[in-house]
């Protein structure tokens, strides 16, 4: 790629989100006159603001401004930064819930990149709706294009019973309608649209009907977060890529009784946290994934 981000800035982010990196574009898009063109964005996920565990993670108050300073530090600034859900920790009091996302909005919002994203996830919206979240951010579905790429974000936190509903499934049909058959889609959500273990709350309860709509469509491409570790699964032609976490690891799907937090292994610090590098290839319009090992430092 010939604006190719250096190795060495990638490992700054060790141990502190995902990184996406998209290029290697090549049809027009209905509706726009831009060609799809190379470029990347920087995908940061459940960074879990308020958690205080220091057996799960004893920097629990410095990974999120860590990854603010080592994004801000990349020689090639990505387009944008996009937040995929669990901007905070939950709790039940409502005043709690706001000072968190605030104190989330601030510390974000040293990042230097012209447009950052976000959405929520069920720590952020599902014990009101996501009434606290949008007073903060806006809208929990959205959709936006870049450079030729149609993005997508579902919302399948806010409805306490893990579903999308009728009417963002509908405003998703009417979405996709203004797209071709062939155009380049990616999809953001924070909870797995397929059922990855539906007894630790990995699935979304309608998100077999989400999938039928972008079944249609030959580029769809799903990126979430919610299982804190790197998962790979297809449904058909769709690709879905789990992002790790800021905060802690989980373990493997139904690897032990219950979902608890991996411990923080000192001698191995930042184990289970990482980045992820993806790059598309013109020829047949899909992406390639590198996942780094997490260093420490």
């Known amino acids: 790629m010939g604006n190719a981000i250096d190795r060495r800035e990638f490992f700054k982010l060790a141990g502190l989100g995902s990184v996406v990196l998209v290029s290697g574009c090549s049809n027009l898009m209905r509706g726009t006159n831009q060609a799809q063109q190379d470029f990347h964005f920087v995908q940061l996920s459940d960074t879990h603001w308020g958690f205080h565990d220091p057996a799960v993670n004893p920097d629990f108050g410095g990974t999120l401004p860590k990854a603010v300073a080592a994004v801000n530090s990349l020689s090639q600034q990505p387009d944008f930064v996009m937040f995929t859900g669990d901007l905070t920790h939950t709790t039940d009091d409502p005043a709690e819930r706001r000072r968190r996302l605030d104190e989330f909005r601030r510390i974000a919002s040293g990042l230097t990149v012209p447009v950052v994203h976000y959405m929520p996830g069920e720590h952020d919206a599902a014990l009101d709706n996501g009434k606290a979240y949008s007073e903060f951010f806006g809208a929990t579905h959205y959709s936006f294009d870049h450079k030729g790429v149609h993005f997508i974000v579902l919302d399948n936190v806010s409805d306490p019973t893990a579903a999308v509903g009728d009417p963002q499934l509908q405003w998703l049909k009417d979405d996709l309608a203004t797209q071709r058959p062939d155009s380049r889609i990616v999809v953001f959500t924070h909870r797995p649209l397929f059922d990855l273990y539906p007894r630790w709350d990995w699935a979304t309860r309608d998100g077999d009907r989400a999938i039928a709509l972008l079944m249609p469509y030959n580029n769809v491409t799903v990126f979430y977060g919610h299982i ?3 998962n790979h699964h297809m449904t058909g032609h ?24 991996v411990a923080w292994d000192a001698s191995a610090p930042y184990r289970g946290l990482g980045y992820r590098r993806v790059r598309t290839e013109q020829a047949r319009a899909g992406y390639t994934l590198a996942e780094l090992p997490v260093v420490k430092g």
């Open 228 to 230: 804190h570790q790197e």
């Open 238 to 261: 769709i690709a879905h890529h789990s992002a790790h976490s800021l905060m802690f690891a989980l373990p493997a799907p139904g690897s032990q009784p219950k979902r608890t937090p």
